[in-house]
């Protein structure tokens, strides 16, 4: 690992995302001077803070720590069918076990944790549920997987979401 290119990489990536190095330190509650030794190539991020970091510089903690691609790695292909399908299970889920079942309540307060769009009700409206399998693929290329144009028009009608699906799917690549 070429410690100078690391912080070569988390330089560019705050530029990119126009934050000065107080910013990308307050975000992860440290001092501006950890930041500046990262990017001169002085030390490394303490491995406690490679997730927020990841989050913030909107990559993967790979990117952070092998940047040019030191690593080679297959990425693997979302496939939007079973994310659907995966979904409709757990709807079965719900009649199998009862909506009043403690398990099923769970894991129906996990899925509406960001709160944005309630679960249940997007189980039977395709628009809602559109909106949910979007995230999820969102968040799957934020963890390195890739998503193929054709898929995203094969499983999505709204063009908004497309549109954001393949901006997404540029800038994760």
């Known amino acids: 690992m070429n ?3 690391v ?4 330089k560019s990536r705050r530029t990119e995302l126009q934050l000065t190095q107080k910013q990308l330190a307050d975000r992860l509650n440290i001092s ?16 406690s803070l490679l997730l927020k970091l990841s989050d913030v510089l909107e990559v993967t903690v790979d990117h952070i ?20 399908e995966a979904f409709r299970c ?11 079942n403690q398990i099923y309540k769970n894991m129906m307060n996990g899925l509406n944790k960001d709160g944005e769009i309630n679960f249940l009700e997007a189980l039977d409206n395709p628009e809602k549920m559109e909106v949910i399998v979007a995230k999820s693929c969102i968040q799957l290329m934020m963890d390195g997987q890739i998503i193929k144009e ?24």
């Open 3 to 5: 410690i100078y290119k």
């Open 7 to 10: 912080g070569q990489y988390i």
């Open 32 to 47: 501006f001077q950890a930041v500046s030794k990262w990017e001169t190539g002085s030390t490394l991020p303490d491995t």
């Open 65 to 84: 720590l092998t940047p040019g691609g030191d690593i080679l790695r297959t990425k693997e292909v979302i496939n939007i069918a079973n994310i659907y």
């Open 90 to 100: 757990i709807k079965k889920i719900g009649l199998a076990l009862g909506q009043n």
């Open 150 to 173: 054709d898929e995203i028009d094969k499983h999505f009608k709204n063009e908004d979401i497309k549109k954001k699906l393949i901006l997404y799917s540029k800038k994760y690549k």
